[in-house]
């Protein structure tokens, strides 16, 4: 019997790796795009703040080396009252009428650097939308009243913040104060506290009682149409007005200020020699 030997079957091949290629799986690169809408929208904003914000510092760098100089402020109150036959009185910041004024024009007067920033933004958006809503300093107004010729108008009203910093400076507040009141113009052609405190009731400026401090405080918002010997109630009003800004400061009571409202002022109905 013979035996027949097969041959060893060949070695199995080894299965064929697979060719690279695309997986289905694999995740694919996002698609590069452009920022969004918003933030497109943002960065021009910015980019607008920007250039506004160094427009206003070239403006505002311009105004300063042009400005009239601050320093010759009280000879320049002192002419005022020359011409209008005023005189220019030292004003002590307790003083009634100081505190008064205060109250009802600026009470950030004695913290602010000459500038509120608050009421800076209503004052220009006053302007804007062609309404007054307040918002200037008494270093302002005083700059307006000194130098009327450079501080009318849009730009006028950027040049009356440079110069007010500067009346900040160069000045105490008792002293800008003083000039202001000396300056400023109380209605019945009377020019500067004291002819305005001895024109309306007879006294001088430190002998001013609040009701009448009060008056006079008004006044100054607008002189013609708050003239007391014309307007009675109007200014009246105002007096009311400036009694209960004072007693939000905590310098009167609102009973004090309620009584003062219904005292007699002692107005002069005829003309007195406020010289």
């Avoid at 400026?205 to 008056?215: C, D, I, K, R």
Wanted: glycine letters at 8%; aromatic letters at 8%.
């Amino acid at each position: 019997m013979s035996v027949v030997i097969s041959p060893n079957p060949p070695p199995a091949s080894a299965p064929e790796a697979p060719r690279p290629g695309p997986s289905p799986e694999r995740e694919q690169p996002a698609p590069i795009r452009g920022s969004p809408p918003q933030h497109r929208r943002l960065r021009r904003v910015a980019r607008a703040v920007l250039v506004c914000l160094i427009a206003a510092a070239t403006v505002f760098e311009v105004n300063v080396a042009t400005d009239p100089s601050v320093a010759g402020a009280p000879a320049a109150v002192a002419a005022i009252d020359r011409t209008r036959g005023a005189t220019p009185v030292m004003i002590a910041p307790s003083d009634r009428i100081a505190q008064a004024l205060v109250a009802s024009e600026d009470q950030t007067f004695y913290s602010n650097d000459g500038v509120d920033d608050v009421a800076l933004v209503r004052a220009f958006w006053g302007f804007v939308t062609g309404q007054d809503l307040g918002g200037s300093t008494i270093e302002m107004q005083l700059a307006h009243l000194l130098f009327p010729a450079v501080t009318d108008g849009f730009w006028g009203r950027v040049r009356r913040v440079s110069l007010a910093l500067e009346f900040d400076t160069h000045f105490t507040k008792a002293v800008v104060l003083s000039m202001y009141l000396s300056a400023v113009y109380f209605g019945h052609g009377y020019y500067g506290i004291r002819a305005a405190s001895l024109g309306y009731f007879g006294v001088s400026p430190t002998q001013l009682n609040w009701a009448q401090a009060a008056m006079l405080a008004g006044i100054v918002q607008a002189p013609t149409a708050l003239d007391p010997l014309r307007h009675l109630g109007a200014a009246e009003v105002r007096m009311g007005y400036v009694l209960q800004r004072l007693v939000q400061d905590g310098v009167l009571t609102p009973t004090q200020a309620t009584r003062l409202q219904q005292s007699p002022l002692g107005l002069l109905r005829a003309p007195f020699a406020a010289r």
